[in-house]
Structure formats: C-alpha cells, structure tokens
T-cell receptor
Framework: EDQVTQSPEALRLQEGESSSLNCSYT??????LFWYRQDPGKGPEFLFT???AGEEKEKERLKATLTKKESFLHITAPKPEDSATYLC??????????????FGTGTLLAVQP | DAGVTQSPTHLIKTRGQQVTLRCSPI?????VSWYQQVLGQGPQFIFQ???????GRGNFPDRFSARQFPNYSSELNVNALLLGDSALYLC?????????????FGEGSWLTVV
C-alpha cells in the first residue's frame, strides 16, 4: 500500500536556525512528489513538484530535494512568517485518477523571533 | 487571476441531512478533484473529474457523489450526513488530467455535522 510518512510531527526553531523536514514514501511508480504549505484554517498552498531522484528546486528560503525513497524540505534562516504546516504528497498511477495525491500528516513548523 | 474558489466557506448541518459544496477551478483548468481533510491529518482523495467524466474515486462510501459541469465547475454532494463527515473539504484544480500538471487547492469548505 502506498504510504507517506513525515517527520518530525512538530518542529520549533529560532529565527535564523536552519533545519530540514523529511518525507519518506513507498509508492509503486512515483510520478511526482509535491510539497505544500498550509496555514491554519486555509487550503494547501503549492510550493514544489519534484519528478525524479536527484532533482532540486528552490524558492526563497526553501529548497526541496528528492531521492528514490525520501524528500527533504530544507529551510534556511527561517523567519516567523514561515510558521505553518508543511505537507508532502506523492502522485502515482491510480487507474485514470492522475490527480490523486497521497498525503502525509504534515510537519507543524513554529519559528520563534 | 482568481485561484480555486469554493463555497460556502463554513456550514453547519444536522446528522442525516444532505450537503452540496461548490467549486470553481482556476480559469482554463479542466480537471477538478475533491479531498477531505480531518483535523490533524493530511487531505484524503475523494474524486477526480475531467471533461465532466469521473476519472477516479477514493475509498469513500456511496453517500459521496460529485459532478462536473460544462464550464468545468464542480459540486460535491454528501447524503445522510454522519458526525464523522465533519471536516475541511478541499477542491483542487489542474490544467489537464495527465501527470506533470501542478495541482492547486482552494481554501476549502468547513463542514460541521451536529
């Protein structure tokens, strides 16, 4: 069964203290790995899609990387406004459902000033 | 440009009632999917529609149904509501149904069943 596990469940950082969030997955035929940011009471906001092992993408203080078994979201010198839940999801072949994403439970990040 | 829009944003229903949630995808997007997110969990896939046809269904009972209209907007219907249906219902859209498309989410509809 396809599965996505995120760790840690929660992370508290001081402003400027860099760290990484982990997303490990087991899936048959990965077609894409998605990262989203979700603020309380809001819908997920798209950050990145990674398609193949070795791929890296950056956006401001965030950098996502992908291996054959896991993905990392690196946060460099975070600011309080980076506080949110970060969700990882995998996309695979599920019959005709090409937009079916399997999500992890997320990492709740709190950045203190 | 407007993102994925959903309505209503919040609603309260009684057990046994029926609810209809609405979604307008990003302009030009033809694929719409629905997800349920229970507090503290990641979203779970319910349906995908493309060109008015169902492309996939998640592990949800037949009380859940959906449809897509010619303008690509979509409705999610849930019958015979249970307390456990209380959740954030998310609509997502993408330009096409194939892989390699970015999937964008709306802000969701909060459903509380009492």
């Amino acid at each position: 069964e396809d599965q996505v596990t995120q760790s840690p469940e929660a992370l508290r950082l001081q402003e400027g203290e860099s760290s990484s969030l982990n997303c490990s997955y087991t899936v048959s035929g990965l077609r894409g790995l998605f990262w989203y940011r979700q603020d309380p009471g809001k819908g997920p906001e798209f950050l990145f899609t990674l398609y193949s092992a070795g791929e890296e993408k950056e956006k401001e203080r965030l950098k996502a990387t992908l291996t054959k078994k896991e993905s990392f979201l690196h946060i460099t010198a975070p600011k309080p406004e980076d506080s949110a839940t970060y969700l990882c999801a995998v996309q695979a072949s599920y019959g005709g459902a090409t937009n079916k994403l399997i999500f992890g439970t997320g990492t709740l990040l709190a950045v203190q000033p | 440009d407007a993102g994925v829009t959903q309505s209503p944003t919040h609603l309260i229903k009684t057990r046994g009632q029926q609810v209809t949630l609405r979604c307008s995808p990003i302009s030009g997007h033809k694929s719409v999917s629905w997800y349920q997110q229970v507090l503290g969990q990641g979203p779970q896939f319910i349906f995908q529609y493309y060109e008015k046809e169902e492309r996939g269904r998640g592990n949800f009972p037949d009380r859940f149904s959906a449809r897509q209209f010619p303008n690509y907007s979509s409705e999610l219907n849930v019958n015979a509501l249970l307390l456990g249906d209380s959740a954030l219902y998310l609509c997502a859209s993408s330009p096409l149904a194939g892989f390699g498309n970015t999937i964008y989410f709306g802000e969701g509809s909060w459903l509380t069943v009492v």
